[in-house]
Nanobody
Framework: QVQLVESGGGLVQLGGSLRLSCTAS????????IGWFRQAPGKEREGVSC????????YYADSVKGRFTISRDNAKNTVYLQMKSLKPEDTAVYYC???????????????????WGQGTQVTVSS
């Protein structure tokens, strides 16, 4: 099973920026879905952004549209999440995940993913 390692989290002030990285232990095909998810204390895990397995398009949760950008570098087996205009409600542990079968906007549903990283904490202070 592919291993995923997230990095880039930290403490940032309101309005600040961070870039998260997720590096896979082996090649992940463009036809695999890969996404970013987050979980705040006491809340359910939610999808943030993803590449789907069907059309390889990018999808974003409404709460992050216009502020977050997902990108990938296949040569480095790495997916990035550039986060700008951060808000306190973005505070959470951020995870990346991959799976062969998460088509369309279903790639925003964490239940469609089997392989997960350990997570990286993002804290936005006001």
């Amino acid at each position: 099973q592919v291993q995923l390692v997230e990095s880039g989290g930290g403490l940032v002030q309101l309005g600040g920026s961070l870039r998260l990285s997720c590096t896979a232990s082996e090649f992940t095909s463009d036809y695999y879905a890969i996404g970013w998810f987050r979980q705040a204390p006491g809340k359910e895990r939610e999808g943030v952004s993803c590449f789907s397995s069907s059309d390889r398009r990018r999808y974003y949760a409404d709460s992050v549209k216009g502020r977050f950008t997902i990108s990938r570098d296949n040569a480095k087996n790495t997916v990035y999440l550039q986060m700008k205009s951060l808000k306190p409600e973005d505070t959470a542990v951020y995870y990346c995940a991959t799976d062969w079968n998460a088509p369309g906007d279903r790639c925003l549903d964490y239940r469609n993913f089997d392989s997960w990283g350990q997570g990286t904490q993002v804290t936005v202070s006001s």
